[in-house]
């Protein structure tokens, strides 16, 4: 008897269905991940030119930070005393609680880090400011020779 080896086919194909599973995975796991690590501060950003800011007849809530990252509030009483980031918040949710409009302002020394002004800012917003701005010098203008 002889016999007929019926040689396999090899298969040409690449069966693709496992890496759309995976990739089904890996997608559902971004979608639920991204929404937890987008934190930050809420702020507006000011454009390159600019207004300066309406004056209104209150007095304005200013938070200074000093070239040695202490704190001073420029509202009421012992505005040239330093305070700590707890008294900062009190004192700031009191004024936002009492004038619900006030406008808060940081002010920072050019030589502080980026870090320390984003802290203040957080402070703020915990003490429940709705909006931040920041206070800077307008630019010099260049000198034509």
Known sequence: MSRHTRRKRLMSEINVVPYIDVMLVLLVIFMITAPLLTEGVKIELPRAEAKP????????????????????????????????????VNRASAVIRHRPNVQVLVRGDETVSYGDVVYVMTLLQKAGAPSVGLITKPPEKERRR
């Open 53 to 88: 800011l309406d004056r209104s007849d209150t007095e304005p809530l200013v938070v200074a930070i000093d070239a040695d990252g202490q704190f001073y509030i420029q509202f009421g009483e012992d505005q040239d005393k330093p305070v700590d980031a707890v008294t900062l």
